[in-house]
């Protein structure tokens, strides 16, 4: 039997996971800063939002796990679920075996049941390696899709891997009545062509978003003098920008970016605890833009007298 189920979204597939596998009142654990959708899938369905915050190291510019609050976390008695993100959005974040190994076997002690979303896994920079969930904890739930690779999120195409034969009938039961039978036919097909035709495409294209990701660091650290930080990603076209030195505040760093940059950035402060002051910048376009963009806020900076 197969371990694949299909579905229309990542955060949908969730909502069926959060049905199937735990009741209202129950807490589910996410880690933050977290991309947005994935704390209100918990809440609509009745779920209490339980939070291991990630540690940014500001002397190295990475993230990292706070495993002695993970630990303590998983511990609770009304927790029954881990939606773990791999790689990570928005810190773009690409977790080693030793951390996911270490993650299972906490989990596995304390019997909570792992949601793996790894929708950015086919977009992993040279120099890092996905390790799938399934192939670390054969009873978790993984949630995969080509639509951020490959662009189409508009076909509304994901899919569920859960190797262990009741998580999947519990699964398939629940995912019945919400109402999903048949996957997207034409999706299908786009998804198969994709993953069978589309391996050359997406390498170059992974170069490009890095020449991409080279010039906003290189910008910030030469014209703007380090008054943004990049996290560097390890994974997806995402930047993770540390905003902590222009100190504003959220609604100022919104209103600089968007009123007087004329670019629109998504508010670190969206992401939950561990985003403030920060801004998320999309540089999956041509490079062109991205200069423009950047052009825009050295412009910014200077004509406000921040930037000397």
């Not at 600089?256 to 999309?282: M, P, T």
Request: hydrophobic share 40%; charged share 20%; net charge neutral.
């Amino acid at each position: 039997m197969t371990q694949i189920m299909f579905e229309t979204f990542n955060t949908p597939a969730m909502y069926v996971a959060i049905q199937a596998f735990t009741h209202p009142g129950d807490k589910i654990l996410i880690q933050t800063p977290a991309y947005y959708p994935i704390p209100s899938s918990i809440a609509i369905n009745g779920r209490r939002v339980l939070e291991n915050q990630l540690v940014f190291d500001k002397e190295n510019n990475l993230y990292k796990i706070d495993f002695e609050d993970l630990e303590k976390k998983l511990k609770d008695p009304c927790l029954k679920m881990f939606i773990f993100v791999n790689p990570h959005n928005p810190v773009g974040k690409v977790w080693l075996p030793k951390e996911i190994e270490k993650i299972v076997n906490l989990c596995e002690r304390e019997g909570v049941l792992m949601v793996s979303d790894e929708i950015w896994a086919d977009h992993v920079f040279p120099g890092h390696q996905h390790i799938p969930m399934g192939k670390m904890n054969p009873n978790s739930i993984t949630i995969m899709a080509p639509t951020k690779t490959f662009n189409l999120a508009g076909l509304n195409t994901s899919y569920v891997i859960i190797p262990n034969e009741r998580l999947r009938r519990m699964f398939g039961t629940s995912l019945m009545r919400c109402g999903f039978f048949l996957p997207n036919q034409f999706a299908q097909i786009a998804m198969e062509s994709a993953y069978e035709t589309g391996w050359d495409w997406i390498q170059n294209l992974k170069l490009y978003h890095i020449d991409n990701i080279n010039y906003v660091n290189r910008f910030c650290n030469e014209n703007l003098k380090g008054l943004l930080k990049v996290v560097v990603p390890e994974a997806t076209y995402l930047i993770w920008i540390d905003c902590e030195r222009l100190k504003m505040t959220k609604q100022e760093l919104d209103d600089f970016f968007l009123l007087k940059c004329k670019i629109w950035l998504s508010s670190g402060e969206s992401y939950g605890n561990g985003g403030s002051g920060f801004a998320r910048l999309n540089i999956a376009c041509p490079k062109e833009r991205v200069i423009v963009a950047m052009d825009r806020i050295e412009a910014a900076l200077r004509k406000e007298n921040i930037l000397n």
